[in-house]
Every structure is written in C-alpha cells, then in structure tokens.
C-alpha cells in the first residue's frame, strides 16, 4: 500500500506540470494545493510503511527516487519557466546524483540510505526527523510560492513580485539545507569506498 501510494506520485506530479504550462489562470491557482498534496503523500506513506510494517529496503529506494524526480524536475521547470536562476536546477541535480551514486555503494551492500550514516552530526543533519521535515517544509514553500507566482503573472496581480521575491528567497534556502544534508553523505561515503572491494 505504501508502496503504491509513492508510486502514484508520478502521475499526479506529470498532471501538475501539464497545469502549469498549458493550465488557465484556475487551473494555476488550483495547482498550489495540488502541489502540497502531492508532497504530503511522502509523509503519507512513510505513515503506512510504520504503521502496517511495510517498511523495505525498496521501499526507501522507491521513496527516494521519487522525492529526488519531483525535487529535480520541478527546480528544472520553475527554472524553464523563468521563475528561479538555472543554478538552481544545477545545483540540485549535482548534489542529488552524487549523493545517490554514493549511497548506491551502501545499498548493494543491502544498507538503507539511512543506515549508511555512523556519526551522530550526520544522522541528525541527514536522517533525523526534523531536518527532513524542515527541508520537506522548505521544499514545499518554494513550489507552493512559485506556482502561486505563475497563477498571479497571469492574472497581472499587483502582489505578483513580492510572491516571487518570497518564492525566490525560499528557493535559496531550500538550496543551501539540500547542500548542507548532502555534505555528510559525501564525507560518510568516503569511508564506504576505502572499505568496499572493487
């Protein structure tokens, strides 16, 4: 169940990018809801996966894949769009795929992205309930703020500049939490290589 609830993510999150480029101005505005749903099915799932002990090492797989494909491709389109700086998707897409390969090495060896980490500064900044949760909420912020600034450019909205001032400065924030959780996954997977045969 939880898995198939991460899975559908997907579908709603192609949806959502058809409303932004092809949507009206009601569509638009319905997008920022609809964005919001679409990341609280991560807590959502995380939820099942406790609650019925669905939890796998698939699962985490399936769970990061996905939230890494909406986080990549949204930065990307925000930035087609004209709304944030192409740096943006750049760093992101850098931080992810280096990250990810990292924590591949660990998971051939069966060990969850989470398991991965020794240090307790590590696990905090990476795995701890808090930090994901602020990322998560910061993440959240962004695209809610920067769908809204769409809706509000073609509705010529008076607030439409100072939305995407606020949408903008959330974005780099968001930016500078995902490197800052990225760093100890580099650190801690120096140590995996130095250990794993070739």
């Known amino acids: 169940m939880a898995n198939l609830i991460t899975l559908l993510r997907f579908p709603f999150l192609f949806i959502y990018i058809l409303f932004l ?6 569509l638009k505005l319905w997008s920022v809801p609809f964005i919001i749903f679409i990341i609280f099915m991560d807590t959502l799932d995380g ?7 669905e939890t796998s090492l698939l699962g985490s ?12 491709l949204l930065w990307v389109v925000f930035a087609d769009l004209g709304l944030i700086s192409i740096l943006v998707p750049l760093i992101v897409i850098t931080r992810g795929t280096t990250v990810d390969a990292v924590r591949a090495v660990g998971m051939r060896h069966g060990r969850s992205a989470f398991e991965q980490l020794r240090s ?5 900044l990476v795995s701890s309930r808090m930090m994901r949760s602020t ?4 993440k959240t912020i962004s695209f809610s703020l920067l769908t809204l600034t769409l809706a509000l450019e073609s509705m010529q909205s ?5 939305i995407h001032i ?5 974005t780099w924030i968001s930016v500078a939490v995902c490197l800052l959780r990225g760093v ?3 650190i801690e997977g120096y140590s995996i290589f130095k250990t794993t045969p070739e």
Do not use: C, H, K
Request: hydrophobic share 50%.
């Open 120 to 124: 307790p500064l590590s696990n905090f």
């Open 21 to 26: 480029y092809f949507g009206n101005t009601s």
């Open 184 to 186: 100890p996954v580099l």
């Open 158 to 162: 008076a607030f439409t500049d100072q």
């Open 61 to 72: 797989v399936l769970d990061i894949a996905t939230d890494r494909t909406l986080e990549m």
């Open 47 to 53: 939820i099942i996966a406790r609650a019925r002990q």
């Open 166 to 170: 606020l949408a903008v400065t959330f």
């Open 135 to 138: 990322y998560g909420a910061l």
